[in-house]
């Protein structure tokens, strides 16, 4: 990319073929390509610019990301791109925005709620951007429990409507994105009364603002709820507030694909599966999954490739100082997280597939997944030393970008909550012979889980999947079925999971860590081409999976699954398989295939020329505008001429 | 402090006496009056109002901090406050600024490693502010490595000076606060060269700037360095850059109180012990320490209010939802940072009368706290919810704040393996029969130690000091043991030690974490006046202890300190030692006595009236100014009204 390559030659020390690397990533080589081509276009075009977002004042910022939401709109229609390029090209944009919510929760929700004639009606509408839509759930007083909504949809027999009403501050809409100022329309959760009578939560589609001068409509208030984390971050989207005083929608507008209400207010179930209400919940759960691993592999990109260019103590009398990623605290820390990449992206990708256990499982993941990215990135900007302070490192951003993830669309404990309980009615129905499937096919074999014991004698024992597998089978097995024990004893139930929940979910974590290392084993069964690709992904796998062992010890040694010896020896392989990682680390997070525009980081650049960059950014900044402050004169110069008089100091 | 208290129930519900536990807080009674006396001048001065600072830019925010530290100091001379008074007044101004510098190491600086006639000539017009100072010493290719710096400071016969210099752009200095823009002088840290030989790195004071005009004199570039995380944050401050071009100083700005260079160019080492270079890195280092228990005890405050006026789930047919605080997963992570914000408390305040291993001892709790400190501010974030990632909540910018300590002044992986240097060494000399002091104390009886069994049999033989101390003693005694025995199998020590780093670092903590138990438990032998507060303090000094030992059951288990059983007896205990807390907590975080000007949160706010607040706090975001935004005439409008021909959508 550049004519230096101040990494090349860790670029050729690498053991394996990036470039096929690279399909794996990717998922196949046509996604290889699109997201190539995607990325490629958007890097090379100034309007995309965004090094400039920290120094924004709100407006500005606001403003800069609608101008670039339109721009990418005009380059979609000029170069008819299909609708997987658009997405990508969006995503490559990498300015979260009103759209993100337009096209990943609007559409979705009308395609999964709204019938037959509802989404010929509002979709194409929406596919052309005539209208821009929203999704408004959440509210002041109410997050993860939807049933507790308080905003409601009271039917109208006389005309034919529902009033769509705010009854107190708590019931006020809040969060939802692209609210506050830009959408014209959003699907909006309410109470269902008829009647007097409460049926239930149920979308609405509301239009919120005249499509000729984009005044809220009348019984309409909205706007902004402010700054959130961040310089840039999430701010350049408006997240916003919206209260309804009697607001009239036609009877036509409540999203009837399960539920419908008669002309004369009658509801009549739909026979479509009732799981449908979730699919859009399942389906951005899903996402969330898959951008997991892309904010986390972006982050290790950065801390590798600055960790290779970073030199720090190990000369005397002036040498060469060494890289920072020679030392074995640095690795010991990076290379867990590189594999943590690897791994999601494939349970990810496996995610896309599954039928079965479909909603603990995208939970489960969900939870496990964005809260390990969001402590990655905090990580990887600490591997960073001083510098990844810094805006211009991009890890600051995008910590903040992506910090509302364990909260947002589900609360991460509330989802393991769920998961905690899919697993104790799991193991409550061992006795019957039910034999579970899917994901908790493995409690099938509890008997045996619950008593057998790793045969492990030496550190390469442990190179065996099968041995990983059933240890990690073993632990899970062994935390539900002790909590389900241990609920037995409460006289009721409710009571003793509310005590036991913090226990639970420690359980539920198990469960999820141990799919996450069962479908990256999987995926190495695969027939995977490109010299050295394979055995790249399975050090990362046995890297993954043995950096958990040893975070939570305690859960295997105390249920007994392996031995402190045991756990040692695991412990000298995780350090020779960090050797066998070093010499590929480069080439590993080359394999992601980011544009040095899309990773916004100079501690990251591809060329490793981080130091000159670095100095050249700092001047920009606008407190360098003039060489003496604005300030100056009115506040530092007094202080600095005073004549004290009576001070005690 | 407002007429109606949302949260006057939970403050009725508490079994103690808060305005006592106010003065343990503090330390002492007079600490506590200087401290309440300054917070609320501070509040109650519209000048000091800090809530706009998210939507500032840059070199408005700037200018904004200027103008609060001029008035801070004139109301400083205005009032003739005490040095501690005045030092109170800047804390409680809470906003991040050149004066911290000036303040926090320069003055310290001065009095740490200049001679008394140097002092005499520069305190005072420090002192007074007629020059400000910073530290110059980080360089941008050069952190913790103090000795690889490159700058060279390089004696002239002829003229009796040192010529100040940056070979390259790596030895430019990088990260000293309050350079960028505003500092006249600095203390900068440099290679001293007499006569090409080197004689390590020694600190001169250097002026930067003219006194007339504040233009940065000749051979002098400073500016600076740009952007960092979080929106106002550190923000505030003109972290800098500067290179010196063959800058000449006069030889009696060299700080000589350790080694002199005479007119000769002679280096004369004064008889001053050498311990005292180290006086100002270890006098910042217990800072860090308190500024750690402050920061943590804010976020908590923040986040236990919040909690309590938080409800969601729980209640069937629209009654009143359960408070978050009273789900045992929301006390199982929220309980032990409220017991560590005390432990850190007591901890730091011991550290200012520590004398023996002052030095390992300070690294490693300044790794310890800082650490926790910053997860834990973003653990009670999410704790908040959806709302904690509002800026209004105030924790993202305690984030932003808090993120960079970490990192410097000495990173906490560097810290900790100075520690465990000194654990090895410590291990090493336990044969020749050298009795261990301070806090190492313990190794003395390893022999005990290493065989010692706990003989707990019931949850509540938990609650006895020597038991929960043994085990804590046992455990980093074993570890540390180990990691000797592992470290003689090497040939050579150094790569051993390189090798095993990882675990070594492991080590390091579980000593430190026995230190911080060890002296709560000291803590709690003094007389504590005051209804019940003592007992509170017990509860939360186990709940500390037992929080470590499930969330490193590991370490306990394999090195058979406790079993398996034993551990989840402590686990049951530590669950009912939460439900003992659950009354107390909003008085526990009362007791911190923290205006809701400092605290800077809405959600965190004394009468627990958050909705309507940040409801209100909503409409103040620039992008409410107009109905309709800013960019929709140019950008949003003609996408709504655009008629689609040519696309493929």
Redesign the interface.
Known sequence: MEAVDHLAEERNRAEFDVEEMKIVWAGSRKEFEVSDRMARLVASDPVFRKDNR???????L??NT??K??YA?KR??EL????EE?SKLRFFVDEPAFTDLHWGMFVPAIKGQGTDEQQQKWLPLA??????GCYAQ?E??????VQ?LETTATFDHETDEFVIHSPT??S?KW?PGGL???S?HAVVYARLVIDGKEHGVHGFIVQLRS?D????LPGITV?????????GANNTV?NG?LRFDHVRIPREQMLQRVLQVTREGKCVESNVPRQLIYGTMVYVRQIIVADASRALSRAVCIATRYSAVR???G?QDGGV?TQVID???Q??RLFPLLASAYAFRFVGEWLKWLYTDVHACTAGLKSLTTSVTADAI?EC??LC??H?????SGL?EL??VY??A???EG???VLL?QVARFLMKTVSQLPSGKKPVGTTAYMGRAEHLLQCRCNVQKAEDWLNPSVVLEVFEARAARMSVARAQNLSKFANPEEGF??????L?EAAVAHCQLIVVSKFFEKLQQDIPGKGVKQQLQVLCYIYALNIL?K?????????CIS?KQ??LA?DLL?SLYSKVRPNAIALVDAFNYTDHFLGSILGRYDGNV??K??E?????????S??????Q???????K?Q?R????
Chains 1, 2 share one sequence.
């Not at 009115?634 to 600095?640: C, D």
Request: aromatic share 12%; proline share 6%.
């Open positions: 920290g120094i924004l004042g709100r407006k500005e606001f403003k609608l101008r939401v339109a709109w979609i229609i008819r791109l299909s609708e658009a596919y052309k951007m005539q209208i821009i959440t002041l007083g109410h997050g993860s429990n507790g501050l708590t006020s969060w506050g100022k830009i014209t499509l001068d984009h005044l809220p706007g902004d709820i402010g700054m959130k984390f961040g310089n408006d507030v030199r720090q103590f000369s100082e030392y074995k605290t690795q010991s905090e900007r600490k030393g001083g990844g302070y810094l805006f211009a600051p910590f903040a910090a509302p364990p909260t947002f609360d991460n404990i909550l509310a005590e036991l929940s913090p226990v979910v040893h939570h010890l305690g859960d295997f040694i105390a249920t007994g402190a756990a040692s412990n350090r130091y000159p670095l100095y950014e700092a001047w920009k900044d606008p407190l360098n505008d060489v003496v402050p604005d300030g100056y009115e506040y530092i110069r007094p202080l600095l005073q004290l009576n001070a005690r100091l």
